[in-house]
């Protein structure tokens, strides 16, 4: 069977990817309220969350 | 609120990604119970996780997220007074009842325990009552797509229907349920930054309680009188109302939640599913609740913060959304709508599983075709899994039509739902209890709700035969209503308990307390003990309410 984890890391780390690099790519984008890149913040928290994920189903197997 | 391509690539992505792990599983189907029961073989960290996300629907998000704006932290009682003592309760005591009994559903429980009558009452309900609320769960979608996005409502009703419809048809329960570890990592990954930036924009949070009024950051310090508080409730009916007989008839004898924990690959892993989900689930407050309250600080800031306003008063149901909007660039947006989407998703899907599995084995088997082939019965699951869908469309089509009739519905729903615990109860724990005792005990609990909202007024509701007391809230005429429900059904259950034949203690073994063999605490290689585990949750719990009293 298996792992939920592997799917689910690489399903966190690409959204993480994808944040991040829309972050770099579009430094200026903000919302109203916001005077700071939330998209690399939470895109980098994201990709660390997969990648928790990722190790740890690699360490299962 | 415009979205980019980036938003509609995580989303698209996202669809991908349920899709992919539906497909996954589609091999492990080989039976109507791999379908319908997932076989009893799930990890315990995936049912306790799943055993969340079910409950987590939309309307749950962006609801809490209301009521936080509009009632402050005493919101939380739903979880810190109801959900967790109930789910702890479940997991210790009922589940080995469920679980040993080898039931493959709530309603068959009760089909073992009582008989044939009390089991078709309560599956035909239940039945009836899942597909409507996955059709107004699907309806409000609909609406709240339209109203941010300006989305077609047929186009995102048939987009979401059809991605659920295919993940189930390909993996049944366990493609639901392992799909909602995924929902459930991104409704929280999704809205926390959301609660985060809103609470730290307010001034963290002895910012917002200096700006707001006190009432609102306090839970349980203005509880004295119903008038005391916005939501209008005292500390009994709010304990007894919605701490008991509310928040237990849910969590202890809803099969929607119940059914996560019964595909545990172990009793042990089925008790400790619902007491290890309790504690991300007494952290879900500072996630859906508090963003609610700081949309009510910002609007009082002026700093371009507003909630909308509606007859005469301001429209909390949109707090949620304007939050993101106000907090949330192209990127973290897609992220958003996609959470929003997922719990969507993760609420529907656990209807239609329940739904699946009350129709295969409870109705069509018992009622239609009893001696057919485990081919047919797989057949008949899938089969149902699209009409079941299909009904949920047509319903969600049916509330945007008749919105009267819906609430109608849902009122009755509640009537049917008050009484439940009492019966589950005492068919666990006495086993003198009997099936007439039961069937009139809930028929007769039902009957007691009707005839309590029919007597007492509350904001303009209810008092269709004469009105005796007039409630300071709907909500409070609600736990007082589950409060009479709760209490006929049980005396009455005993009453006609007493005075019909019970069932010989051979055939209740595996069923009521005292002629169960209860399981080893350690048990299918899980160190962990349910009544440690229980105890830590219950500190917490109680912190909880101590650090917001």
Redesign the interface.
Known sequence: ??D?RT??G???A??GL??VM??LL?PT??????DFN??I???A??FL?GGCLLWLSKRRS | MQLHTVDYLILVLYFAFVIGIGWLLKRRVATSSDFLTSSRSVPLWITSLAFLAANLGAQEMVGMCASGAKYGIMTSHFYWVGAIPAMIFVGIFMMPFYYGSRARSVPEYLKLRFDEKTRAFNAITFATMTVFSSGISMYALGLLFQLMLGWSFTASVLLSALIVLVYTLLGGLTSAIYNEVLQFFLIVLGFAPLAILSVLKAGGWEGMAGRIPAVMTHSWSYMKAPADNPMGVEVFGLVAGLGFVLSFGYWCTDFLVVQRAMAADSMAAARLTPVIATFPKMLLPFIVIVPGIAALALHDMNIGYALPAKNGGLDYDQALTTLMAQFYPTGMLGVGLTALMASFMSGMAGNVTAFNTVWTYDIYQSYFHPQANDRHYLLVARLTTVFGIALSIGTAYLARLYNNIMDLLQLVFGFVNAPLFATFLLGMFWRRATGHGAFSGLLAGTGAAALTHGLTTAEGKGGWLISVHTFTSTMAQNFWIAIFAWSTCFLLTILVSLATKRKADSDLRNLVFGLTDLPPEEHGGIRLRPATVAIAAGAVCLALNFLFW
Do not use: E
């Open positions: 069977m298996w939920l799917p689910s690489m399903f966190f690409l959204l994808i944040l829309t972050g579009h984008a903000r919302a109203p309220l916001l939330v998209n913040y939470a895109g928290a994201m969350f």
